[in-house]
């Protein structure tokens, strides 16, 4: 759940993610330009650095935390990003199910995600059955789903649900695999760049959304359709 904050809590005016059953894109980012999201997005390093380099796209942060929506989303307006870039205060897995329209999304990103590591604290991890699957029904056909961690059990761990899933694909350096070498994407998130300083190995996984088949259903991967 959100956070619900008092009235006079400091960042009660913070921008959220709009109630309803449809939350269309193109209302929370107008325009006609690909769309990204970033999966809690912090202090909001990386939607900075992804904005310069990629300034054709727009950009979305869902971020829990209501503090640093609030401080992302007015620090984007004041660098005059706001009109397609934006931080939005959600619980990615809540609001994901809601957003609108299907095959909308062009990149899902999750930079070092859930550091959660106690059994009691499992709930409250992002990545698992219902993320993936509206993951999978969000973005378009061949959109990339990028995940980075500095935990080799985690990355592990992510291999093994990404990879179970029938609509994503390995798209990584090697055919077959997600592994990759570097970050692609002209922008790294603050614990990236931290962990490159230190020396610390990073896991980076990319996968594709594979082809949906006729019905809006993914494509069989062991099947043959030639």
């Given amino acids: 759940m959100v956070f619900q904050p008092r009235p006079n809590h400091p960042y009660a ?17 107008p325009g006609a330009g690909p769309v990204e999201i970033e999966i809690g997005p912090g202090r909001g390093g990386f939607l900075f650095e992804r904005a310069a380099a990629s300034p054709e796209a727009r950009l979305l942060g869902l971020e829990i935390r209501l503090k640093w929506a609030a401080i ?20 990615a897995r809540e609001a994901l199910a809601r957003l609108r329209p299907d095959a909308s999304i062009a990149r899902f990103f999750l930079h070092f995600p859930d550091p959660w590591w106690k059994k009691r604290h499992a709930k409250r991890l992002v990545m698992g059955p219902a993320l993936l ?22 990355g592990a761990l992510y291999a093994e649900q990404i990879g179970a899933h029938p609509a994503f694909e390995p798209a990584g350096d090697a055919p077959g695999s997600p592994h990759l070498a570097e970050n692609p ?13 230190d020396g610390l190995p990073v896991s980076r996984l990319l996968y ?19």
Avoid: C, M
């Fill in 72 to 91: 992302v989303d007015g620090r984007l307006r004041k660098g005059g990003l706001g009109g397609r870039v934006r931080a939005l205060n959600a619980d």
């Fill in 185 to 197: 994407y002209g922008a790294r998130s603050p614990r990236e760049h931290h962990a490159i300083a």
């Fill in 208 to 226: 594709r959304r594979r082809p949906r088949a006729a019905g809006g259903a993914p494509l069989d991967p062991g099947r043959d359709d030639g």
């Fill in 133 to 154: 699957d509206s993951l999978a029904r969000l973005l378009v056909d061949g959109g990339e789903l990028f995940v980075q961690t500095d935990v080799e059990e985690r």
């Fill in 13 to 29: 005016d913070a921008p959220r993610f709009p109630d309803g059953d449809d939350v269309s894109i193109d209302a929370l980012i």
